[in-house]
């Protein structure tokens, strides 16, 4: 999926010219740069990565590789260390120019592991997102990548070895149950508001809940993608009875409000947690 070749590989493969040609005619292959190729359906951060002269890195691969970030309206891309210059990222006939340099960023630093012919490893994608991104950030990748399995738990440990020092403070964060990004941002705020969070409990007749936090309170993430219809709701409103029933209070949370509206989120938290501590002491 994120393979660049060059002309001179695709000759090797037995693919004559002619061929390349056709190929190229019939958007089985793109030509991103002279004499590089990559597959017609190729992501379009991997072709602009191409056009530039380097390898999708960072934020911009793990989303491609379905790894909560937080931003990859950019693409981020790898440049060797002795490049000299940036290729235009949106085709030959146009110059690299100020405008057109805002949509990359450009990473430098030496890779750790052997990068493939058009993206580096995930270990290198990794630990440049978590400097790129805010540590809350940083931790949902880190947990997005564990649950998915796009890194395993050697490949997270290599992750902070090849980080600095500084860094090691955001492991003790990370929990691969969380099973989206969203949820470890609320379950960071949680923490910070001193209560105790589990994930993904599960409850007979319910199924499985995001977030269990003091033992009362089920805290749900919800996202368009898989709530919206109003078969989901019903279904959500029904879970939600069913944990009354058990004694539980329900909080839904939209994505949205989490991911971009998080001081609404925290006075709602808030709000809900110190009520019923002040009710405890009373």
Request: proline share 2%; hydrophobic share 45%.
């Amino acid at each position: 999926m994120f393979e660049v070749w060059t002309r001179a590989e695709l000759r090797a493969e037995g693919i004559n010219r002619r061929e390349i040609n056709q190929a190229l005619a019939d958007r089985v292959l793109i030509r991103v740069r002279k004499g590089h190729y990559v597959r017609g359906d190729a992501p379009d951060a991997l072709i602009r990565a191409g056009r530039v002269g380097g390898r999708l890195g960072c934020v911009s691969l793990l989303a491609e590789c379905g790894v909560f970030v937080f931003d990859h309206s950019v693409t981020h891309v790898h440049m060797e260390r002795g490049d000299s210059r940036m290729r235009a990222p949106v085709g030959k006939r146009h110059l690299a120019a100020r405008s057109q340099r805002r949509r990359v960023v450009l990473h430098w630093r030496a890779l750790v592991e052997p990068p493939g012919s058009g993206a580096v490893d995930v270990v290198d994608a990794i630990a440049h997102a978590v400097r790129c991104q805010e540590p809350r950030y940083a931790i949902a990748t880190l947990d997005s990548a564990l649950n998915t399995g796009c890194l395993s738990a050697e490949g997270l440990e290599r992750v902070f070895d090849v980080l600095p020092s500084r860094y090691r403070v955001l492991r003790g964060f990370v929990d691969a149950r969380a099973q989206a990004g969203t949820e470890t941002l609320v379950r960071l705020m949680l923490l910070r508001m001193g209560c105790a969070v589990d994930l993904q409990v599960g409850f007979t007749g319910v199924g499985a809940v995001d977030l269990v936090v003091d033992g009362w309170l089920v805290v749900e993430c919800d996202s368009k993608q898989f709530h919206s219809s109003w078969e989901q709701q019903l279904k959500d409103y029904r879970r939600d009875r069913a944990l009354a029933a058990l004694g539980y209070s329900v909080l839904r949370l939209t994505a949205e409000d989490i991911l971009y509206r998080p001081e609404s989120v925290l006075a709602a938290l808030r709000g809900l947690i110190t009520r019923v501590r002040e009710h405890a002491a009373a």
